[in-house]
């Protein structure tokens, strides 16, 4: 891996891009003081280094009715060969679940999940979840608002 040099103007476009992906690169430029020329030169260099990674829109998902966000832990048993990995190859189906981390201590993923509401995360994790062989148990932790997101502070 190639550590990029990047200096306090890499920062602050890194910032402002965080914050507005659609800015345009005479405003971006404007913000980090910066010609539209060297702007643009610099995101490129952040884009092909793999810096900057893609470009989304933040989808407010309560709009679309998937009130409920919750991040489950799940432990899957140490005696089923492969059983981690087919966990996550299950999860990587299911729409309800928006992250699969592996991590170290005591489980062995951290899902993010968004539902509609505590029905269907009911479902989620005892239909589906402990419906496999390979999960032991599971531990979960309920949004109650949000503070910061992506870095910036959110304001509900």
């Known amino acids: 891996m190639v550590s990029l040099e990047m200096d306090r103007l890499d920062h ?3 910032l402002a891009l965080r914050e507005d992906g659609r800015i345009s690169n005479v405003q971006l430029a404007e913000q980090v003081n910066l ?3 060297q702007c643009l030169r610099r995101v490129r260099r952040l884009e092909e280094s793999g810096v ?3 470009y989304r829109a933040d989808i407010n998902y309560e709009k679309l009715g998937f009130g409920l966000v919750a991040w489950v832990l799940v432990t899957v048993s140490k005696e089923i060969a492969g059983a981690r ?4 190859r299950y999860l990587q189906s299911d729409d309800s679940v928006q992250s699969v981390y592996g991590v170290t201590g005591d489980v062995d993923l951290m899902l993010e999940v968004r539902t509609r509401d505590m029905a269907a995360f009911t479902e989620l994790v005892i239909k589906r979840l402990y419906a496999r062989n390979e999960v032991v148990s599971t531990k979960s932790y ?3 608002d949000t503070a910061k997101r992506h870095g910036v502070p959110v304001l509900e």
């Open 12 to 14: 602050k476009i890194i």
């Open 85 to 88: 990995d087919s966990v996550m």
């Open 52 to 54: 900057i990674s893609g």
């Open 35 to 37: 010609s539209p020329s």
């Open 142 to 144: 309920i949004r109650l």
